[in-house]
């Protein structure tokens, strides 16, 4: 799996959007953008992933760049309750052995505040 | 629907000892995963299941470190003779066999070696 990059921490004032990068220079063609977060004390959460089009579900909107060497996760109305920690992960989708696993990085520390 | 439990939540146990830690994965979720968490290690993927079968246990760090589920539900995580480098907080996530791949993450298990 391409590896990605994201700056350490961020901050976002409350009910602003909060706009996090992401690189990943190296994916392939069929590599997908995951998006995964976590609170503190809880196991991660899924948040959304892509391939090349932009989506947006109930929680965020992804953006990936036309090339797809890079992407941005918005939450467009940021609340305290959106500080965790933000993980891009980029991996295929479906099929083969390394199916299941998922690849963490250090991800990007996210503190909303009032 | 009840979401990933986990089992116990915090386990202390003295260097050398065995430790099972337990696994519910979310009703009718064929795939099964096992990562820990650590602080100097960050999120890391351990080995996951498909129904009964492990295609992948490239993450288990050592061969102290065994799992097995039983009727494509339950899975126990053993540790032998446990190290103080296996303090970590163990987490389990489930999914369906779908090319989303979408993880639902358990709370943890809180493992502490004396």
């Known amino acids: 799996d391409a590896k990605t990059t994201q700056p350490p921490s961020m901050d976002c004032a409350e009910g602003r959007a909060a706009n996090l990068p992401c690189n990943h220079s190296t994916i392939s063609g069929n590599e997908y953008v995951y998006w995964y977060r976590q609170i503190h004390s809880q196991g991660p959460q899924y948040i959304i992933h892509g391939l090349k089009n932009n989506e947006t579900n109930e929680m965020a909107s992804l953006i990936i760049t036309e090339d797809r060497k890079s992407s941005t996760l918005i939450l467009p109305h940021a609340t305290l309750r959106d500080t965790a920690v933000y993980y891009c992960?980029?991996?295929?989708?479906?099929?083969?052995?390394?199916?299941?696993?998922?690849?963490f990085g250090q991800g990007t520390i996210l503190t909303v505040h009032p | 629907g009840a979401g990933v439990s986990q089992s116990p939540s915090n386990k202390v146990t003295e260097k050398g000892k065995d430790v099972e830690l337990r696994c519910d994965p979310i009703?009718?979720?064929?795939?099964l995963y096992w990562y820990r968490q650590s602080l100097g290690q960050g999120l890391e993927f351990l080995i996951y299941?498909?129904?009964?079968?492990?295609?992948?246990k490239s993450g288990l760090p050592s061969d102290r470190f065994s799992a097995e589920r039983t009727g494509g539900s339950v899975s126990t995580l053993t540790i032998q003779r446990t190290q103080q480098e296996d303090s970590a907080v163990y987490l389990c996530?489930?999914?369906?066999?779908?090319?989303?791949?979408?993880?639902?993450f358990g709370p943890g298990t809180r493992l502490t070696v004396l």
């Open positions: 996530a489930s999914s369906r066999w779908t090319a989303k791949n979408e993880q639902f």
């Open positions: 992960i980029v991996r295929v989708e479906g099929g083969g052995t390394s199916y299941g696993k998922l690849t």
């Open positions: 009703s009718g979720h064929t795939a």
């Open positions: 299941f498909q129904g009964n079968s492990a295609p992948d």
